[in-house]
């Protein structure tokens, strides 16, 4: 509608969209673009980092966090987090009904915290766990305009935070107490506190961590699950994967290894398409220096905006873009860790989110433990998206309520 390269002016700043392949590729690779110059104001805005210790701690922390999370340490995470999801499977009793989004996310934060953290460090029983999720649900909805804005605007977003920093200091001294001398039984959170310069600033990045591990692995497990139920002939395809690894359903406790997640590729692909299409309505750099693309200059002090919702939908990438096609992601070459190419949900370059492979791990496992387990009836059609936000993966606009009952 406004062109291959477009500015709008928000919030007193210029943000300037780049729509087709030559900003795509400018905006990945141009040494004239600053990743941590475009995030430094919305960290300090949402976990109060100061910008000269975000820069001070990034490279450090990215290369940690890159290096406990890569493709080949996974197993080190996979056997806790089969264990955690059990567990906290077992809350859902025998059969019931409910919101899918609420079921997903009541399974999958303990046992991810849990398993991130270290057990009893984050509050993860059910008597301490409602007052936590209601402060950190207000702390997720509002985080994109609190990571923009003056914090005086949104002051029950404020108390979440200030609530969340308080909790936070707590866990950081728990994390530190029980933090052993021997690297392979560090926690994640132990990690970082090794790695960070300025101890005073741990239960910020203790929130940050928790924030990236929560805010879009649960949405996706919830539209991978959505997308699956709603269309019969992949629900049966799952299910009959499933049963050929792991047998006949209704084993308790069964526990599937990184190996077992390989024998089913088909749902890493329903996981990665559900990721296409509910990935974030832009990611951004800054602009440093000016930038020619198209017969555009983009001046310095931009925000150079690129969206992986459009880019995800445009046919010449994805065929049929709006379809659910999890066979689409056969021609990725998934083995050797390479997406599709144009997909960006995970950002691209050097800066890709560290914890990729973790995040479709963990929601691989959640999909495998929930339709081994139960077998599910859609109660609701499945939501559309929320247009409400464009950082992170889409919310859903309204319930999905489901029945689930343990498989005979």
């Known amino acids: 509608q406004h062109g291959p390269v477009f500015t709008i002016f928000a919030l007193g700043k210029r943000f300037t969209f780049v729509t087709e392949e030559e900003g795509t590729e400018a905006f990945f690779k141009s040494e004239d673009l600053n990743f941590e110059q475009a995030v430094q104001q919305a960290v300090k805005n949402a976990v109060s980092v100061p910008a000269e210790a975000f820069y001070q701690n990034h490279g450090n922390l990215y290369s940690m966090m890159k290096g406990k999370m890569s493709p080949s340490n996974l197993h080190m995470f996979s056997g806790t987090l089969c264990k955690e999801l059990h567990e906290h499977m077992a809350n859902l009793g025998m059969e019931g009904t409910g919101d899918l989004n609420d079921l997903v996310r009541h399974v999958m934060y303990p046992a991810v915290v849990n398993t991130l953290f270290g057990k009893g460090i984050c509050p993860t029983s059910p008597s301490e766990i409602k007052e936590f999720e209601e402060h950190f649900q207000k702390y997720d909805e509002d985080f994109e305009y609190a990571s923009q804005m003056p914090e005086c605007f949104l002051r029950n977003w404020s108390k979440s935070k200030k609530w969340l920093l308080k909790l936070f200091e707590k866990v950081v001294l728990d994390a530190e107490r029980t933090n052993p001398s021997e690297t392979a039984s560090k926690t994640l959170l132990q990690h970082l506190l090794d790695s960070l310069q300025g101890k005073h600033l741990a239960p910020n990045y203790g929130l940050l961590m928790l924030w990236a591990a929560q805010a879009n692995a649960v949405p996706v497990a919830f539209w991978t699950l959505a997308f699956i139920l709603s269309n019969p002939a ?10 050929s690894v792991f047998g006949k359903a209704g084993k308790d406790k069964l526990e599937v290894s990184e190996e077992d997640l390989k024998k089913i590729p088909f749902i890493k692909w329903c996981t990665l398409e559900a990721i296409r299409l509910r990935s974030p309505g832009a990611i951004t750099k800054k602009v440093i220096n000016p930038i020619r693309i198209k017969n555009f200059t983009i001046p310095a002090g931009d925000m150079l905006m690129l969206s992986p919702y459009w880019l995800h939908r445009n046919p010449k990438y994805f065929p049929d873009p709006e379809m659910f096609k999890p066979d689409r992601w056969k021609e990725a070459n998934l083995e050797k860790n390479a997406f599709l190419d144009s997909f960006v949900a995970f950002g691209g370059g050097k800066h890709q989110c560290p914890g990729r492979w973790f995040a479709i791990m963990e929601i691989q496992l959640l999909v495998v ?9 859609l109660l609701d059609a499945v939501p559309k998206e929320s247009p409400l936000h464009l950082v992170g993966t889409q919310q859903p606009m309204a319930q999905l309520q489901v029945r689930y009952k343990c498989r005979e």
């Open 369 to 377: 433990l929930f339709l081994y387990k139960y077998e599910f009836v």
């Open 234 to 243: 992949i629900y049966k395809k799952v299910t009959e994967d499933l049963a």
